[in-house]
C-alpha cells in the first residue's frame, strides 16, 4: 500500500505564510495529529494488541490504527521525525529468529546491501529478541535500516526502523526503544500468516492446492507440508518469480522462474548460464551439474553455498521457456531433504501447452477463475474483460433475443475477511447499478449455485427482471447475472453454471 501523503511542517508552515495565522489550539491540535482526518492524536503513546509505542523523542509523532496502516499495509503501530521513520508488525513464527530477520532484511530489496545480524539474546523478561541490519540504495539514496525482533506466544513482535545513512544512528535506536510488549505471555493475539494458499494472476493461478502456469505450461498439486503463494509475494524473492513454496518445519524454500529460451541454448548451457546469473546475484558456488528431471523433462541440477545459506539448483527447457526451480536453506540443511527436493521437481506436469479459457459455441471453461458455463446453441459470448479486472478476474457475456447472462469471477487478494468484505461490495455495487433501470428495492434472499451456498439479488420491472447470484468458493467471487423477460435467462445460467477442480 503505497503511504498515505504527509504534509511536512516546514511545507506547511510557508504555504500558510503568517497571512492566515490559526488560532493557537488548531496549531497545537495539528501538530497532533498525522494528517487533517487523522483519528488518532500523534504526539501521545500508541497502544494496539498488546504493545505501547511511546514518543521516541520530541520530534516524532506515533501512528496508530489506520494512521499506521496507511504508512505500511499491516503496521499495527509506527512512528516518524524529520529524518527516520520506523513500522511495528505482528508475524508468525516461522523457523528461526535469525531466518525471520534475514528474510525480512532481504525482502527490502535494496541495491548494495550488506546485512549483518546480531547474536541472538534475551530482554528483560526473558523472551528470545535478536537485531538484524542492513544499509544499501533506494534508488540513489543511501539508506540504513535497523530491524528489532522479540518472540511471545510463537509471534513475532518486529519493529523495523530506516533513515537515510547520514542520520545518528541513535534515531533508529530511539525508536526500538520505546516499543514495550505490554501482554503478558499466553495474551499476545495470533499473528495472521503473511502468505496466502489461494491466488488468481493474470497468466496463473493457485486453487483448491494445485498451481496452474498457463504462461510455462506447467502444473504442480502442491505437497503437503508446503505453503504456497504468487504474484507479489513470489515477486519480492526475484523479479522472474512465478511461484514459491516454503515448508516451514523444514525451513525449506522454492522458487519457481521463468524467462523465454535463448536462441542458442542447450540443458546444460542454460543450467551454465543460470550458475552465472546465481554468482554474480549472490555469490554461489556450486558443485558439477547432474541429471535429474523437472516433471517428465531432462534436467540438471547443481548445489552449493552463498553466505549463510545453501542451495539446490534445478534447470530445464520446455515449451520455448527456461525452467529454474531454486530451493533454499540455512547452510548445510539440504542434506535430509535433498530426496524430497528431487520428488518435488518430477511432480511438475509439463503437458505441451496448458490453456486457461477453452471455448466451443455452446461451453465455456475458465480454468483460471475455475468456473464453465454451458448454453444451449445461438447464445452469442463475448469477453467484456476491462484492462483493470484482467489481472485478477474476468467478465463474460452471453446474448440472445435481448436476453443477457453475465459472469464475473474475480480472486481478491488477502484473507477470508477480505473476500467476504469483497463479496459484500459486490452485492451493494449491483445494487446501486440497477436503480436507474429497474423499480423498487431489489429482494435479497438465500439461494443454492453450483450446490453452493450463495445470495441472490433480484430486480422486478414491467419490462425486465434482472438476478445477481452472488457466490465465494475457495478465494474467488463470483456473480452471475441475468437480464430478461421472464426469468428464462436465470433458469439456463443456473444449471449451466459449475465450478472447476
Known amino acids: 500500500m503505497a503511504p498515505r501523503p504527509i504534509l511536512p511542517l516546514a511545507l506547511a508552515t510557508l504555504l500558510l505564510g503568517g497571512a492566515c495565522d490559526p488560532k493557537a489550539e488548531e496549531r497545537s491540535d495539528n501538530r497532533g495529529r498525522v494528517t487533517s482526518g487523522s483519528k488518532q492524536r500523534a504526539d501521545v503513546p500508541g497502544e494496539a494488541q498488546g504493545l505501547r509505542l511511546s514518543l521516541p523523542g520530541p520530534e516524532w509523532k506515533v501512528l496508530a490504527g489506520e494512521d499506521a496502516a496507511a504508512l505500511c499495509d499491516g503496521a499495527v503501530l509506527a512512528a516518524m521525525s524529520p529524518t527516520a521513520t520506523g513500522t511495528v508488525h505482528l508475524r508468525p513464527l516461522e523457523g528461526s529468529l535469525g531466518d525471520h530477520l534475514t528474510a525480512l532484511a532481504e525482502g527490502l530489496h535494496l541495491a548494495e546491501s550488506a546485512i549483518t545480524l546480531g547474536a541472538p539474546e534475551t530482554d528483560g523478561a526473558g523472551r528470545p529478541r ?14 540504513q535500516v ?21 542520520t545518528p544512528g541513535e534515531a533508529l535506536t530511539a525508536f526500538l526503544d520505546a516499543l514495550e510488549v505490554t501482554s503478558p505471555p499466553g495474551a499476545l493475539p495470533p499473528a495472521s500468516p503473511s502468505r496466502q494458499d489461494v491466488g488468481v494472476g493474470e497468466d496463473q493461478s493457485l486453487r483448491k492446492g494445485r498451481y496452474r502456469d498457463f504462461a510455462l505450461a506447467l502444473e504442480l498439486s502442491v505437497p503437503e507440508g508446503w505453503e504456497a503463494s504468487l504474484g507479489p509475494a513470489a515477486e519480492r524473492l526475484h523479479e522472474l518469480a512465478r511461484l514459491h513454496l516454503h515448508h516451514a518445519e523444514h525451513q525449506l524454500h522454492l522458487v519457481l522462474l521463468g524467462e523465454p529460451a535463448a536462441s542458442d541454448w542447450n540443458t546444460a548451457s542454460h543450467h551454465e548460464a543460470v550458475r552465472a546469473g546465481m554468482q554474480a546475484r549472490v555469490g554461489l558456488s556450486a558443485a558439477s551439474a547432474e541429471s535429474r528431471k523437472i516433471g517428465d523433462v531432462d534436467a540438471l541440477v547443481s548445489e552449493g553455498q552463498a553466505g549463510a545459506r545453501s542451495y539446490r539448483v534445478y534447470t530445464a527447457l520446455h515449451n520455448e521457456m527456461g525452467l529454474q526451480l531454486v530451493a533454499w536453506t540455512t547452510k548445510g540443511g539440504l542434506e535430509p531433504h535433498r530426496e524430497a527436493l528431487d520428488g518435488l521437481a518430477a511432480g511438475f506436469a509439463l503437458p505441451p501447452a496448458l490453456a486457461a479459457v477453452e471455448a466451443t459455441t455452446s461451453t465455456f471453461a475458465d ?13 452469442r459470448r463475448s469477453d467484456a474483460t476491462s484492462e483493470t479486472l484482467a489481472h485478477r478476474g474476468t467478465f463474460v457475456r452471453w446474448e440472445k433475443d435481448g436476453r443477457l447472462i ?3 469471477g474475480l480472486a481478491p487478494r488477502g484473507p477470508e475477511p477480505r473476500r467476504r468484505w469483497t463479496l459484500m461490495l459486490l452485492e451493494q455495487l449491483l445494487r446501486e447499478a440497477m436503480v436507474d433501470r429497474t423499480r423498487g428495492l431489489p429482494v435479497v434472499s438465500q439461494t443454492k449455485l453450483a450446490d453452493r451456498p450463495a445470495v441472490r439479488v433480484s430486480w422486478h420491472a414491467p419490462m425486465q427482471q434482472v438476478n445477481a447470484t452472488l457466490l465465494e468458493e475457495e478465494g474467488v467471487v463470483y456473480a452471475v447475472v441475468t437480464a430478461d423477460h421472464g426469468g428464462e435467462a436465470e433458469s439456463l445460467a443456473e444449471r449451466g453454471f459449475s465450478l472447476l477442480p
Do not use: C
Open 130 to 143: 535478536q537485531v538484524v541490519t542492513l544499509t544499501g540504495k533506494l534508488g540513489d539514496t543511501p539508506l
Open 367 to 379: 480454468h483460471r477463475l475455475g468456473y464453465g458455463m454451458s448454453l444451449p446453441t445461438g447464445w
Open 146 to 166: 535497523t530491524g528489532r525482533a522479540v518472540v511471545q506466544d510463537a509471534v513475532v513482535v518486529e519493529a523495523l526502523a530506516w533513515a537515510p545513512s547520514d
Open 406 to 408: 453475465a459472469v464475473l
